[in-house]
């Protein structure tokens, strides 16, 4: 009898899982439990910028003006009606010329307190960076002087005490200045850059009290038309607004409401976005849209909603300190606010897609303030103004971009499973180390893996040899597994770490191998 013959080379059966997920371009979520947050949802996020297909190292910084006397704690711009945009520092101790990159330029400015606000105004004669502070009197610069403003130069103000003008804003062609301590604002004539200023008592309409902190003209369609309003915001948080063109004509000087939002974090506590106005609390940033659809904004009315725990722990912790402010970036579609964590030392910044409104975190940038110059952003930092989102460094040290995405189940969320390696996807210019680690079951620790990726060599023109070299086209695909030690789980989070100073870097997706276990 014929036995039947054995199969030396039996079917294996495939023991492993390959399970294939995006990178985390849902951005930062520091509102939600970390076992209820989506799929492509982080947990951390530093220093990676969302997009819309991957998440990015965020640009570095280069040094642009330095050799200023004391801390920059103001930038402002300087738009000149010919298009020659001139960028302005200020300190304790002068206003400094650093339009352009190297030595800051003083303009021997009448100054002993550097923190300003500021607006450009035209009165159809001249155009002027006009600046107060507060504690010096008003400053005007028509592009050529600097003139510190009194009751008898050319423009003049009179009708108050100009060294308690604290801020200045410009509405339906007129000038609008803040008296500080006080709830009165003062104006002049439309169209006019000088002259008597009228005041304007707020007092009986503010019932928490307080005094004002800032005004700001309210576009609702983001141009200037007769839809747009006058916003007040008192330190205690209540927002009065107004339309109309003339604060001296009772009908033509309406108010629209009064609102509570949250007390404002400072006198730069709010930026225009769109055809909204988002005014910066205690409480979160929140556009003001929503606050005219009730007397008390809720808190999912904020854009700093996805970030609510982090932003309102750092407006507990450092709220106080000078240097909250946020920035419109359109060329990196961002939207960044600035985070003071210790004046003339550590800040951070909180950032926002403004497309998929996902969040991350920057630090190293130790940001005093912000402006925007010719379609960039530069920030004051120390005695030097920096470029910022410029190069692949920050100012020649690395980048070290961190993130750990939302714990996932893999879709069998009563199985345990052993994880066995990890690979994150990346696109990248050359060659690159990375670590990379594994969390299981909601725990958190440093990471421990490493992986590296080496780009091929790229040609040189006019050296290399035509037809046998190879010519890369920039950008690569990194696919490299990382080993870590095996953890069991029913579910995990990867985690990269990243750094360097001369690489752009996405992240694109992450792939994780695992074996299946029992359902204990």
Known sequence: ?????????????????????????????????????????AIRLKNWFPTTTDCEIRGGNTSHATGVTGTVESLMTYNAMN???????????????????????????????????????????????????GVDAPIYFDGTTFLTITGVTSPLLSGVTLTSLIHVNEYKGR?????????????????????????????????HGGYLMWMATWSFD??????????????????????????????????????????????????????????????????????????????????????????????????????WEAILHPLKTALIFNIPIAEGGEHKQYVMNTITTSWCEFDMWNAECFAEHNDEIYFGSGTAVYKAWSGTADDGSNIIAEGKTAFNYLGESTQQKKFNMFRPMLNVNGDISFLSDLDTDFRDDPINGAASYSATSSAIWDTAVWDAAFWTSGLTVARKWSSPSSYVGFNVAGKLKVETNSLEVHWIANDYVYEHGGVL
């Open 222 to 323: 983001s141009g200037d038309g007769p839809d747009d309003a006058a916003v007040f915001m008192t330190s205690e948080g209540e927002v009065i607004v107004y339309r109309g063109t003339n604060p001296s004509a009772a009908a033509d000087w309406v108010l629209t409401g009064t609102f509570y939002v949250g007390k404002p974090l400072g006198r730069r506590s709010f930026v225009k976005f769109g055809g909204d106005l988002i005014a910066i609390t205690q409480d979160g940033a929140f556009p003001l849209s929503k606050a005219l659809q009730t007397a008390q904004i809720s808190n999912d009315f904020a854009v700093t909603n996805k970030i609510e725990a982090a932003f309102t722990d750092s407006a507990s912790n450092y709220g106080s300190n000078f240097g």
């Open 1 to 41: 009898m014929r036995r039947p013959s054995k199969n030396r080379n039996p079917v294996k059966q495939q023991t492993s899982t390959v399970f294939s997920i995006s990178s985390p371009t849902g951005g930062w979520n520091a509102r939600d439990s970390v076992a209820n947050m989506a799929p492509n949802d």
């Open 175 to 207: 000038l609008f200045f803040i008296e500080k301590d006080t709830l009165s604002f003062w104006y002049l004539a439309a169209g006019a850059a000088g002259g008597a200023l009228t005041e304007f008592d707020l007092s009986s309409f503010c019932v």
């Open 83 to 133: 298009g020659t945009n001139k960028m302005y520092a200020a300190s304790d101790s002068d206003i400094w010329d650093v339009t352009s990159a190297g030595a800051a330029v003083a303009k021997s400015a009448t100054v002993t307190n550097g923190r300003f606000q500021n607006i450009n105004f035209g009165d159809g004669t001249s155009n002027y960076l006009i600046m107060v502070n």
